[in-house]
């Protein structure tokens, strides 16, 4: 997933959406994954829901990082339990929700890769129907639209709709092939509103990807502030039984 999530950083935000100060992904170390691997095989099963709905606030948004040990603590104590370390606990949750937002943000990349096509796609359309329209700038409204020199873009209206209308807007996109010449002057001027629409839509995606980012990286540094902390512990614990 690195790899990936670094090559369209690098080649899809900045060219499509403009979007050059998008944060680059802060990698998880070594270290960190390893000790992760140790800590998760040490939740108990009464501990995991607690540490699964922490993971699920801090990966949303609505849970500080640097609450997220008091927030254990004031957990494990009502619900009794005094087998789990907070600061173990509190890592595990970081590292869970990081995770996660890792594949929050895979998502919206892939959202991007569809949305930057298919947008392109239509932008394709409008020019041929644009065209189109003015081959037959001499014919009435009521005249049928006949391919050639009008209508016939069923294919690529079955490639664009589909992926618009999953993209997060308030406008979906509907896409009929003209009968009539007026109906293919009405697909011209929805054609250029749509595109108009969704114009915004990009930075809107690009916005979204960056609050995740940004709230990522601050769970990194809080990450790296407990590993220091459950590193000189165990430090501590082994000095005292020599």
Known sequence: MRNFLAIILVAVFPGVLGAANITPLTEISSEATALYAKL??????????LINEQALKLRQGSTDPNAVSSNLDAMFSAAGISNMDVSEAAFIVMMQATKDMDKDIKAIMEEVKAFTSAKQKL?????RVNQDVAKNARKRDTEVCTPPACGGYQAVMMEVSPVLKG????????????????????L?????????????LGEELSLRLQIIMDRRTKIIQKLSDIMKKISS??????????
């Open 167 to 186: 993209v997060r807007t308030q406008n979906p996109l509907v896409l009929r092939e003209p009968g009539t010449i007026q109906q293919l002057r009405s």
């Open 40 to 49: 998760i095989g040490k939740v108990q099963p009464n501990v995991r829901p």
């Open 188 to 200: 011209a001027d929805y054609l250029k509103e749509s595109l108009e629409s969704y114009g915004s």
């Open 233 to 242: 512990t165990q430090e501590t614990i082994i000095q005292n039984l020599k």
């Open 123 to 127: 932008r394709d359309l409008a020019t």
